[in-house]
């Protein structure tokens, strides 16, 4: 079986990703599904010109679940409404735990309140998935 992943997108210039990789990223930073980290990695190009898409990909063991939590921002406004509606996602939330394993499978959305290492392989798409940053 797959060992399950946090995914998180956003973009950057290619001369940028080495500096991003070479600090922890700081605690509150939004990560989920594959889907959600599409989805913001492109919505964020339009703002950026040059800028390219990176989507990481993290296993859940390297997080820390004590600093995991509900995205309570997707909770309120939430970017897959279609989904909400037709699955009864907000109801499914209303009645579960309220924890980040409930909002993550609900709004397919988590934050992580600690600072995150990140490595060159964390890299899943983007301009450091070139052999530019391989060690």
């Known amino acids: 079986m797959d060992e399950a992943v946090l995914y998180r997108g956003f973009t950057c ?20 599904s594959y889907r959600m980290a599409e989805y ?9 010109p040059g800028d390219e898409p990176v989507i990481l990909a993290v296993p859940l063991s390297e997080f820390d679940p004590q ?11 939430p970017v897959f409404e279609e989904d909400v509606e037709e699955e009864g996602l907000d109801e ?21 309140d600690a600072p995150l290492e990140l490595r060159p392989e964390h890299v899943m798409s983007g301009p450091a998935a070139s052999d530019e940053l391989a060690p």
């Open 92 to 112: 499914q939330w209303a009645l579960s735990d309220k924890g980040w394993q409930d909002c993550l499978e609900c709004y397919e959305a988590v934050v992580y």
């Open 67 to 77: 600093f995991l939590r509900p995205d309570l921002e997707m909770t309120r406004d």
């Open 13 to 32: 210039l290619p001369s940028e990703l080495p500096a991003i990789l070479a600090e922890p990223l700081p605690p509150g930073t939004h990560w989920g």
């Open 40 to 48: 913001f990695a492109h919505q964020a190009l339009g703002d950026r």
